[in-house]
């Protein structure tokens, strides 16, 4: 029997990219899979192909900048599934964009800072939140989370995305440090350039045509993460792979 089967495991950004592939890989090895995004049709569609193809999986609108929306997320996979095994902190956005420019309209980036920060660092934050006080009680559990290679190198117009992917790291290593004697697992992943909605976000035309074209080169699919997903999840409890960067083969940086 898989790892996998039969665990609880609760996706952020289930709705589109890497969380939705995650949710497929997770739920043809026999997870019981909570999703959580912004999109309910999305995520009900996930759920209905999900639910067809014989497995097992729910939903939750849950915007993961809202602390309060994260206990319940925790709290409806607890009460609908039983105690939770495994949370993906994936939801991320990427509006990248450079620190200054002359022209007045861009001062509206301060908005994607922001955004970037309540999704990418807060968001986490709340998922750590609302799981670990159930995962410490039964000495058990598993914490994912999306870094990036953006997490580990700084490129021009990428800078507040990799600083909150830098901090996602630093989270993730303090909660390992943490937790570890209590039995939890913490995993960072970092993909390279993977196909996903990530780069539709980015509006700043300075650096969206090098991006998209970066991406049509060279990015691999969603699944390829999931599948790295799926192996972190599926080792023995005392084994943790608390660290992956996950690249194409063409991508130097
Ligand atoms: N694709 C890449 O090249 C790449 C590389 C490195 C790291 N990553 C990381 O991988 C993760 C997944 O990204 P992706 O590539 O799969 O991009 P994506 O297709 O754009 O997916 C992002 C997901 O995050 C969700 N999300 C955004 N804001 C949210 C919020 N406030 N509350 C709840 N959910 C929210 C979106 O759902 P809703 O809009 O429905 O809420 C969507 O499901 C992100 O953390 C990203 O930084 C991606």
């Known amino acids: 029997m898989s790892n996998i089967q039969n665990k609880v495991v609760i996706i952020t950004g289930a709705s589109s990219g890497i969380g939705e592939a995650t949710a497929k890989e997770l739920a043809s090895k026999g997870a019981k899979l909570v999703l959580a995004a912004r999109r ?63 022209k007045i309209d861009d001062w509206n980036k301060i908005d994607d800072w922001n ?84 780069t539709q976000s980015i509006t700043d035309m300075d650096l969206k045509p090098g991006i998209d074209k970066l991406y049509e080169d060279l990015a691999i699919d969603a699944e390829s993460i999931a599948r790295a997903i799926a192996y972190a999840i599926e080792q023995p409890s005392d084994v943790a792979i608390n660290e992956m960067i996950i690249r194409p083969t063409y991508q130097e940086r």
């Open 115 to 198: 955004k970037m920060i309540d999704v990418n660092i807060k968001g986490v934050l709340y998922g750590i939140a609302a799981v670990l006080p159930s995962m410490r009680e039964r000495k058990s559990g598993h914490i994912i989370n999306l870094s990036s290679v953006a997490g580990h190198f700084v490129g021009a117009g990428s800078t507040v995305y990799a600083g909150t992917k830098f901090a996602v790291r630093a989270i993730s290593e303090g909660l390992r440090k943490e937790e570890y004697g209590n039995n939890i697992r913490s995993t960072i992943t970092s993909p390279g350039a993977v196909k996903s909605e990530l």
């Open 40 to 102: 309910e049709d999305r995520l009900k569609k996930l759920q209905d192909e999900i639910q067809t193809s014989g497995g097992q999986a729910i939903f939750k609108v849950t915007d993961v900048t809202s602390h309060e929306q994260m206990e319940d997320l925790a709290a409806y996979a607890l009460k609908e599934f039983g105690p939770i095994d495994v949370l993906v902190n994936n939801a991320g956005v990427m509006p990248h964009s450079f620190l200054y420019k002359k």
